[in-house]
Nanobody
Framework: VQLQASGGGLVQAGGSLGLSCTSS????????MGWFRQVSGKEREFVAS????????YVADSVKGRFTISRDNAKNIVYLQMNSLKPEDTAVYYC??????????????????WGQGTQVTVSS
């Protein structure tokens, strides 16, 4: 499984960005997908997760009400819509896939495959 994240960029505080992650896997709908972020020198942080059927989602408290995760299994894509962005949302955002769990997961060790990351910078 190869994951390709895109959509990052520079945005002003209060603005919006949409991230996409495309999977090359043939069993995309069987994977729980997640988004994580990392600031240089800090630990990777969970952002959001969605189960294969999209029946289960889990969003970190720090982004709840502002970020939405969704997926299109026909296109092998998972999305992260980010609204009301804050400077503290600045990070490299990674998508990840888990083939071991059928519900949304929030721990990075529960994921088997990782994308390369896309930079999101929010200016104040």
């Amino acid at each position: 499984v190869q994951l390709q994240a895109s959509g990052g960029g520079l945005v002003q505080a209060g603005g919006s960005l949409g991230l996409s992650c495309t999977s090359s896997g043939h069993s995309f709908r069987s994977y729980t997908m997640g988004w994580f972020r990392q600031v240089s020198g800090k630990e990777r942080e969970f952002v959001a997760s969605i189960s294969g059927s999209a029946s289960s989602t889990y969003v970190a408290d720090s982004v709840k009400g502002r970020f939405t995760i969704s997926r299109d299994n026909a296109k092998n894509i998972v999305y992260l819509q980010m609204n009301s962005l804050k400077p503290e949302d600045t990070a490299v955002y990674y998508c990840a896939a888990s083939q071991r769990f059928s519900v949304a997961r929030r721990m990075d060790y529960e994921y088997d495959y990782w994308g390369q990351g896309t930079q999101v910078t929010v200016s104040s």
